[in-house]
């Protein structure tokens, strides 16, 4: 693999999972070899000196890296000290780590949690810590593997903004690795795209997307898959693709919203007037009832903080309400012990590494099945999560998406009655969302099991769920079909509600399809 990075630059590295994306940041920030171990040949140059040159001192103060799970780059006890770990480390005097903390903190919306343990934070607010602590640095270079994939939709869009502005108005050479492209992709000067450990396209965004779909790879924005099959031209954005779209139906119609699911009578989960709050902390979950319904898919979205991960815990049994009430299939959760809620309730953190620990992916399975005293169909599920070729393989040298999927089939092979997802789509590609969709649809329509799902990905779970779920400050705020929930909302909206609000009623990219299809017909 080759690549020149002109300094300044925005270049966007696109690609399936397990392409080498992070691999090639490491290498970037000189963690490979020397961190990471393994076989290394080339070189890679900054300003024209080998890194292998650069004192370590030095390297820090002109790269900067965020790491997909924020959890590997926490090193101390709070958010505060965290942020002042690595300019201490650099000499600088205290005034300027005061300042650059405090600037640091406002610009991340960390200043409430500065006292607070880096332990209790959410998935989220550890993301927003790491990227901090790497920013207060003032790095010539910022590397950012997959740094929104635990930020909710208004702090992505605030956070990647930010980062363009510091590329604009400052000079800084940012290259970012990320999956959910529509965010991201018209931000970028470059779009680099990897498959298996090589760069297949290196190209200005529209030139790269229309390459990218010539050669049949899905790396591109939603509203750029749909249109370009229309009409052959590449829009980037929402305001791109509404004007085409709006060319391409002049004189139409508004069109029908699309069918949506119903929710079964049957509940998985009842929950009433719950509450929880962590010791020595502020109340997670407050007040909170929810309806979950049986045999179906049903997904929360919501800001950091909102509750949504503790709201798993307390239905999984790793936490006990202060007050209120859960019932799980009928049946009191409190009158639940480990070994029946172990039985009936898989959950699935938003760390897959808390679940790896075996030397294969087979292993993984096998373990979950004995320790419960069972027998199952590892093969069937290692195929049906699109495993079976890595069954060999020890899980730690996948790729976080890979390892996601590896986690979730050590739970799958069980059979549980009602599956708890924390972030399953975090670090995962295109396709692998579409046959995670498959598979948990699946799930719920042919097996009868029920889904509850945490995400930020809101255009996964316009898709997929006939259920959604708004959660802040604790509370349920809204509950109902996606395009109940979703369909109007100002940070929550998918692109694809985006592109046809006011035109038609539309939420997912099959219905989108299926309209343009439609519209493209009555229109000659």
């Not at 930020?151 to 400052?170: G, H, K, W």
């Not at 789509?425 to 692998?432: E, K, S």
């Amino acid at each position: 693999m080759s690549l020149e990075i002109e300094e300044g630059t925005f270049v966007l590295l696109a690609g399936p999972s397990g392409s080498g994306k992070s691999t090639v940041l490491r290498a970037f920030a000189g963690l490979v070899p020397d961190f990471h171990g393994g076989v290394f040949g080339g070189r890679v140059l900054l300003d024209g000196r080998d890194l292998r040159d650069v004192g370590r001192r030095e390297l820090a103060r002109s790269v900067g890296i965020v790491f997909q799970d924020p959890e590997k780059q926490l090193v101390m006890t709070t958010v505060e000290r965290e942020l002042c770990f690595g300019l201490e480390n650099i000499g600088l005097p205290s005034t300027v780590i005061a300042r650059r903390v405090a600037e640091g903190a406002e610009f991340l919306g960390l200043t409430p949690y500065l006292r607070t343990p880096t332990a209790e934070l959410s998935g989220g607010l550890k993301q927003k810590t790491v990227l901090a602590a790497v920013l207060v640095m003032q790095p010539r270079v910022l590397l950012l593997d997959e740094p929104t994939s635990q930020l909710d939709p208004a702090a992505a869009d605030e956070f990647l903004s930010l980062v363009r502005r510091l590329n604009q108005e400052y000079g800084l050479t940012v290259i970012l690795s990320e999956q959910r492209l529509d965010r991201c992709y018209h931000l970028a000067d470059r779009v680099a795209v990897m498959e298996a450990g090589r760069v297949v396209i290196d190209a200005p965004p529209r030139e790269a997307a229309k390459l990218a779909l010539n050669a049949g790879l899905p790396y591109v924005p939603a509203v750029t898959r749909l249109l370009a099959a229309v009409n052959g031209r590449h829009p980037l954005t929402v305001a791109e693709g509404r004007r085409e779209l709006l060319r391409t139906v002049a004189g139409g119609h508004a069109g029908q919203a699309q069918g949506a699911r119903t929710d079964p009578a049957d509940l998985a989960v009842e929950a009433s007037r719950v509450r929880y709050a962590y010791p020595r902390g502020a109340a997670a979950v407050t007040d909170l009832s929810l309806a979950v319904p049986a045999g179906a898919i049903t997904t929360v979205v919501g800001p950091n903080g909102a509750g949504k991960s503790t709201l798993l815990k307390l239905l999984a049994g790793l936490l006990k309400p202060d007050g209120g009430r859960i019932r799980i299939f009928g049946r009191d959760r409190g009158t639940l012990n480990k070994a029946g809620l172990a039985a009936g309730v898989a959950y699935l953190a938003q760390n897959p590494n808390d679940y790896l620990f075996r030397d294969t992916v087979a292993e993984e399975l096998g373990f979950t099945l004995r320790a419960l005293g069972r027998s199952g169909p590892v093969a069937d599920v290692l195929a049906a999560c699109g495993l079976s070729d890595l069954a060999g393989v020890n899980p730690r040298d996948l790729s976080a998406g890979e390892r996601q999927r590896v986690a979730l089939a050590s739970l799958l092979v069980a059979g549980p009655s009602l599956i708890l997802l924390d972030e399953p789509t975090r670090g995962v590609d295109q396709p692998a969302k579409d046959t995670l969709g498959r598979l948990l649809d699946r799930l719920c329509r042919q097996d009868g099991k029920s889904v509850l799902l945490v995400t930020h990905d809101v255009d996964f779970a316009a898709e997929w769920a006939a259920k959604v779920v708004f959660m802040a400050g604790g509370r349920v705020l809204a509950a109902g079909t996606p395009a109940e929930v979703l369909g109007d909302s100002l940070f929550y909206s998918p692109q694809v509600a985006r592109l046809f609000r006011g035109v038609a009623e539309v939420t997912t990219f099959s219905a989108a399809r299926a309209w343009m299809a439609q519209a493209g017909a009555g229109h000659g």
